[in-house]
């Protein structure tokens, strides 16, 4: 048991937290993140020579890392920073192209970005649910169907696509230019796009893709909630801060108990939540990943709403104002529960295990 | 970052359960798993097994009669205990007055009283809460004051576990009145049979009797009787309480009770289904699941500090706090799942054919209202947060 990171790993986790504080700290990240494209191309390319992308994948794929735990590295360090640049999807895309054995060179150096297509609008969460189908057109396929939530798909070069080919899962590449992309920027920050295709030229990767798909899912899962955690702590910290320097009734707030104890609550359930991140990446790639990940990412839904809620109660109105950045990690706090699966819908799986056994 | 234990301490772990395997009786672990209260004799039989053994003092060093374990090795002893159904070590002696001795006692305190808590000879009971100081146990009032060569005691304590076992006790007395509230306590021992003191049992809840009040009128002790410096008990307790708060996240515990909730949940059937398919108790279920999934891994993270920094910090707290609240969940949802049949009081409905639910379920009911307990003793769960709130956030 050694709940120490490795050398390697520190020195990543270092090198990158200390670039985006330096670099890409909150209020150049607010001037980015809120109007398309929602990356910065000249911080993209560094961050990448630092690494960040290149940790996501394993030796054998070009990467130097691809453990959970090197996706808890550079996403706790995303977290803390509240970075909004499109990682996420190269992380799941680069995960589906490890199992393709494809040449990711491209997406691990940040030259080309990728983003996965997974979602739609009445199965945002169930891969099992999707609808848009591939066709075989001459010697490739052709694609149909509208793509929802497509995380960094603002500024994406390449689709990875889960569609269903003979009633079976696959996943397809679709060249940007080639389909109808729809951009926004997103309430808590970072760009997504709708993806439509209507008879759209696709190149297939994964024929039969379930396993390859949910792993890509569940190492977006504990990306998420490493990401979640950074950003709890930086929030909590932040409010602790304030408790000691906001005076009323002539004395710091701190010192009111009833503040105090729910401070406290929030250091419990950030720790709880680191808890089952550690563990959800421990497991990635194995036989209970999906169990931990929907664990994982239950719990985080819960405690991120607490942290993000009580933070701006115990900051009072300062916290609703756009110029505070601790209204900025409330907000993604709050909206990341709804990526790749919400609390409820992590729960259930758990329920239903408890049915099954 | 290594989530698997060494292989040593995998071998050890195979070690401690082919143990329980060959030397836990039965009807023992029986008697724990159905929840009720158990005997003196079972008590004192069990340690004697393990003391045999060598394993029961489990936080003392080697030179004093312990393992010599390391953090992570105890956690295994008591997690395979918990599985095996063991009875828990009853923890006044070995795991509170032991380290204490080893700590602050004298040679002679260490010669004479050590061994006669290995081999069973005292059973020690806790003589710190009293009516008007519990969160606030500095401001204890039992008076201690020395005559001659001995002390007189004259007070009352309260929450004693299990005193109506104990040959003795130790006590927090106030042996300077006038000086600051932490600073005039003395750490006394008692014995229970010195004519003054006297026991009164204290009905919980539940009925069970479990804890006591002990009274002391005038009762004389030598006054080799006192640990370490007088006034200087506040650090003793202190101390004290440190260890208390070790395992104090129970998670093998909650394990138990959780697997608890999963059998019944499947065995228990309601609107013509198992309840395990009732969609709002399933959900209770697996939340708690999570919760306490999280609470196992937190709890190896503060292990592996502790054994890092060689002793545990303040942020325990955190497992006392959270480890009770989800144990309190899971003995929630064992009665719920009973549902009206938790009702009948323990002992009334006992014949095979008869039961409501299976036989380890019968005090489903009485054990929530028991566990209510958990969240109070040991530092109440508000006091945690102030521990927290000064040392965590410095507040």
Same mark, same amino acid.
């Given at each position: 048991m050694?709940?120490?990171?490795t050398e390697?790993?520190?020195?990543l +986790?270092d090198?990158?937290t200390?670039y985006?504080?330096e670099q890409y700290?909150?209020e150049?990240?607010?001037?980015?993140a *809120?109007?398309?494209p929602?990356?910065d191309?000249?911080?993209?390319?560094?961050?990448?020579?630092l690494?960040?992308?290149f940790?996501l994948?394993?030796?054998?794929?070009?990467?130097?890392?691809? $453990?959970?735990f090197?996706i808890?590295?550079?996403?706790?360090?995303l977290?803390?920073?509240?970075n909004?640049?499109p990682?996420?999807?190269?992380?799941?895309a $680069?995960?589906?192209?490890t199992?393709?054995?494809?040449?990711?060179e491209?997406l691990?150096?940040?030259?080309? %970005?990728?983003?996965?297509?997974?979602?739609e609008v009445e199965a945002?969460?169930?891969?099992?649910y999707?609808e848009c189908?591939a066709a075989? $057109?001459?010697?490739?396929?052709?694609?149909s169907?509208?793509?929802t939530?497509v *995380?960094?798909?603002q500024?994406?070069?390449?689709?990875l696509v889960?569609?269903k080919?003979?009633?079976k899962?696959?996943?397809?590449?679709v060249?940007?230019?080639d389909?109808?992309?729809?951009?926004?920027?997103m309430?808590d920050?970072g760009?997504? #796009?709708?993806?439509?295709?209507?008879g759209?030229?696709a190149k297939?990767?994964? #024929?039969?893709? @379930?396993?390859?798909?949910q792993?890509?899912l569940?190492?977006?899962?504990?990306?998420?909630?490493?990401?979640?955690?950074?950003?709890?702590?930086?929030?909590?910290?932040?409010?602790v801060d *304030?408790?000691?320097?906001? %005076?009323q009734?002539?004395?710091?707030i701190?010192?009111?108990?009833?503040l105090?104890?729910?401070?406290?609550d929030?250091?419990?359930?950030?720790? +709880?939540?680191r808890?089952?991140?550690? %563990?959800?990446?421990a497991?990635?790639?194995?036989?209970?990943?999906t169990?931990y990940?929907?664990m994982? %990412?239950?719990?985080?839904?819960?405690?991120a709403?607490?942290?993000?809620?009580? @933070?701006?109660?115990m900051?009072?109105?300062?916290a609703m104002?756009?110029e *505070?950045?601790i209204?900025h990690?409330?907000?993604?706090l709050i909206?990341?529960?709804a +990526?790749?699966g919400?609390?409820?819908f992590?729960?259930?799986?758990?329920?239903?295990?408890l049915? #099954?056994? | 970052?290594?989530?698997?234990f060494?292989?040593e301490?995998?071998a050890?772990?195979?070690e401690?359960?082919s143990y329980?395997?060959?030397n =836990?009786?039965?009807?023992?672990?029986?008697?724990?798993?159905?929840?009720?209260e158990?005997?003196?004799?079972l008590?004192e039989?069990w340690?004697?097994?393990?003391? !045999?053994?060598?394993w029961?003092?489990?936080?003392?060093?080697?030179?004093?009669g312990?393992?010599?374990?390391?953090?992570?090795?105890?956690?295994?002893?008591?997690?395979?205990?918990c599985?095996?159904?063991?009875?828990?070590i009853v923890?006044f002696? =070995?795991?509170?007055l032991?380290?204490?001795?080893?700590?602050?006692?004298?040679?002679e305190?260490?010669k004479?009283?050590l061994?006669?808590i290995?081999?069973?000879?005292?059973?020690?009971?806790?003589?710190?809460s009293?009516?008007?100081?519990?969160?606030?146990?500095?401001?204890l009032?039992?008076?201690?004051?020395?005559?001659?060569d001995?002390?007189v005691?004259?007070?009352?304590?309260?929450?004693?576990?299990?005193?109506q076992?104990?040959?003795?006790?130790?006590?927090?007395c106030r042996?300077?009145?006038?000086?600051?509230?932490?600073?005039?306590?003395?750490?006394i021992?008692?014995?229970?049979n010195a004519?003054?003191?006297?026991?009164r049992?204290?009905? =919980?809840?539940e009925g069970?009797?479990?804890?006591?009040?002990?009274?002391?009128t005038?009762?004389?002790?030598?006054?080799s009787?006192l640990?370490?410096?007088e006034?200087k008990?506040?650090?003793?307790a !202190?101390?004290?309480?440190?260890?208390?708060r070790?395992?104090i996240?129970?998670?093998g515990?909650?394990?138990q009770?959780?697997?608890e909730? !999963?059998?019944l949940a499947r065995?228990?059937?309601?609107?013509?289904?198992? =309840?395990?398919?009732?969609?709002l108790?399933?959900a209770r279920v697996?939340?708690?699941?999570?919760?306490l999934e999280?609470?196992?891994?937190?709890n190896?993270?503060?292990?592996?500090?502790a054994?890092?920094?060689?002793a545990?910090g303040?942020?325990t707290?955190i497992?006392k706090i !959270?480890?009770?609240?989800?144990?309190q969940e899971?003995k929630d949802l064992?009665r719920?799942?009973?549902?009206p049949?938790?009702?009948?009081?323990?002992?009334?409905?006992?014949?095979?054919n008869l039961m409501f639910?299976?036989?380890?379920?019968?005090n489903?009911?009485?054990?929530?209202?028991?566990?209510?307990k958990?969240?109070i003793f040991?530092g109440s769960?508000?006091?945690?947060r102030n521990i927290?709130?000064?040392t965590?956030?410095?507040?």
């Amino acid at each position: 048991m050694d709940f120490s990171l490795t050398e390697d790993r520190r020195m990543l +986790q270092d090198s990158l937290t200390r670039y985006l504080t330096e670099q890409y700290p909150v209020e150049h990240r607010n001037k980015v993140a *809120y109007d398309l494209p929602c990356h910065d191309h000249a911080k993209w390319d560094e961050m990448a020579e630092l690494g960040a992308l290149f940790a996501l994948a394993p030796e054998d794929a070009g990467g130097f890392g691809g $453990s959970g735990f090197d996706i808890n590295v550079v996403f706790e360090a995303l977290g803390t920073t509240l970075n909004c640049e499109p990682v996420l999807g190269a992380l799941m895309a $680069s995960r589906l192209m490890t199992k393709a054995g494809a040449d990711q060179e491209a997406l691990l150096s940040g030259a080309t %970005k990728y983003a996965f297509a997974v979602s739609e609008v009445e199965a945002p969460y169930d891969p099992a649910y999707i609808e848009c189908s591939a066709a075989t $057109s001459g010697d490739g396929h052709v694609l149909s169907g509208r793509k929802t939530s497509v *995380y960094g798909g603002q500024v994406a070069e390449m689709f990875l696509v889960a569609a269903k080919l003979d009633g079976k899962l696959a996943v397809f590449e679709v060249q940007a230019a080639d389909a109808n992309v729809v951009s926004y920027p997103m309430m808590d920050g970072g760009g997504a #796009a709708e993806l439509l295709m209507d008879g759209t030229r696709a190149k297939l990767l994964i #024929a039969d893709a @379930a396993y390859a798909v949910q792993d890509a899912l569940n190492a977006g899962v504990v990306a998420l909630c490493a990401e979640a955690v950074g950003a709890m702590a930086v929030t909590h910290d932040t409010t602790v801060d *304030y408790l000691k320097q906001r %005076k009323q009734f002539g004395v710091p707030i701190g010192k009111f108990q009833v503040l105090q104890h729910r401070a406290v609550d929030m250091l419990t359930e950030i720790e +709880q939540s680191r808890s089952i991140t550690i %563990k959800a990446a421990a497991e990635l790639g194995g036989a209970d990943a999906t169990r931990y990940a929907s664990m994982a %990412k239950n719990m985080i839904g819960r405690a991120a709403r607490l942290i993000a809620e009580e @933070a701006i109660q115990m900051h009072g109105g300062i916290a609703m104002t756009w110029e *505070y950045p601790i209204s900025h990690f409330a907000k993604r706090l709050i909206m990341l529960d709804a +990526q790749l699966g919400d609390t409820d819908f992590h729960l259930t799986r758990i329920m239903n295990a408890l049915k #099954a056994a | 970052m290594d989530l698997n234990f060494t292989p040593e301490e995998r071998a050890f772990r195979d070690e401690v359960r082919s143990y329980l395997a060959e030397n =836990l009786p039965e009807y023992m672990s029986d008697a724990v798993r159905s929840g009720g209260e158990l005997t003196k004799e079972l008590m004192e039989e069990w340690h004697a097994i393990l003391n !045999k053994k060598g394993w029961l003092a489990t936080i003392w060093p080697v030179e004093y009669g312990g393992p010599g374990w390391s953090p992570v090795e105890k956690y295994i002893f008591e997690d395979e205990c918990c599985k095996a159904y063991a009875p828990r070590i009853v923890p006044f002696g =070995l795991s509170m007055l032991g380290p204490v001795l080893i700590k602050f006692g004298n040679e002679e305190q260490k010669k004479t009283i050590l061994p006669r808590i290995l081999d069973g000879s005292d059973w020690w009971c806790q003589g710190y809460s009293e009516p008007g100081a519990g969160s606030d146990l500095a401001s204890l009032k039992t008076r201690a004051v020395r005559d001659g060569d001995e002390w007189v005691i004259n007070g009352q304590k309260t929450w004693t576990t299990l005193g109506q076992h104990a040959d003795k006790i130790f006590c927090l007395c106030r042996t300077d009145p006038d000086a600051k509230q932490q600073e005039g306590i003395s750490f006394i021992l008692v014995d229970m049979n010195a004519p003054g003191v006297e026991l009164r049992p204290i009905k =919980l809840i539940e009925g069970g009797h479990e804890v006591n009040e002990v009274f002391f009128t005038d009762v004389r002790v030598p006054c080799s009787s006192l640990v370490g410096e007088e006034n200087k008990g506040w650090t003793i307790a !202190k101390y004290l309480l440190t260890h208390e708060r070790t395992g104090i996240a129970g998670v093998g515990f909650s394990m138990q009770s959780l697997e608890e909730v !999963k059998a019944l949940a499947r065995t228990v059937r309601r609107n013509g289904k198992p =309840l395990a398919e009732d969609p709002l108790f399933a959900a209770r279920v697996a939340q708690a699941e999570i919760d306490l999934e999280a609470m196992k891994l937190t709890n190896l993270r503060m292990l592996y500090k502790a054994q890092q920094q060689g002793a545990p910090g303040p942020e325990t707290s955190i497992l006392k706090i !959270k480890g009770t609240v989800i144990n309190q969940e899971l003995k929630d949802l064992a009665r719920r799942a009973l549902g009206p049949v938790a009702a009948p009081f323990p002992g009334h409905v006992t014949d095979g054919n008869l039961m409501f639910g299976p036989e380890d379920t019968a005090n489903n009911a009485a054990r929530y209202f028991n566990n209510r307990k958990t969240s109070i003793f040991g530092g109440s769960n508000e006091i945690q947060r102030n521990i927290l709130t000064k040392t965590m956030l410095e507040l």
